[in-house]
């Protein structure tokens, strides 16, 4: 049973930044892409970024520019480097592996942007 754990969130004023891990129990190339969802109170889940196994990445625009994704193979570990938060990135943040067959979800971990 393929786990992914997410770690690093927390409660960051405005401006400040976090960076988020998701620690896989398989090889991350394993995944045709991994991926950072987050989802707000009372809003959709949706997906932030995704970095694919040839190592392209995708953002979504309200965090392009100011969030990174990147992983580390020797870890089985996907990163979530978030700088100048705001506080409308306030959410549940969540990572998602996709390959063949089903896909894969961490349990979430809270991010907090307020002064």
């Known amino acids: 049973q393929v786990q992914l754990m997410e770690s690093g969130g927390g409660l960051v004023q405005p401006g400040g930044s976090l960076t988020l891990s998701c620690a896989a129990s398989e090889n991350i190339f394993s995944f045709r892409a991994m991926d950072w969802f987050r989802q707000a109170p009372g809003k959709q889940r949706e997906l932030v970024a995704r970095?694919?196994?040839?190592?392209?990445?995708y953002y979504a625009e309200a965090v392009k520019g100011r969030f990174t994704i990147s992983g580390d193979n020797a870890k089985n570990t996907v990163y979530l480097q978030m700088n100048s938060l705001k506080p409308e990135d306030t959410a549940v943040y969540y990572c998602?592996?996709?390959?063949?067959?089903?896909?894969?979800w961490g349990q979430g971990t809270q991010v907090t942007v307020s002064s």
């Open positions: 970095i694919r196994n040839d190592g392209t990445t």
């Open positions: 998602h592996g996709s390959r063949t067959g089903p896909d894969y």
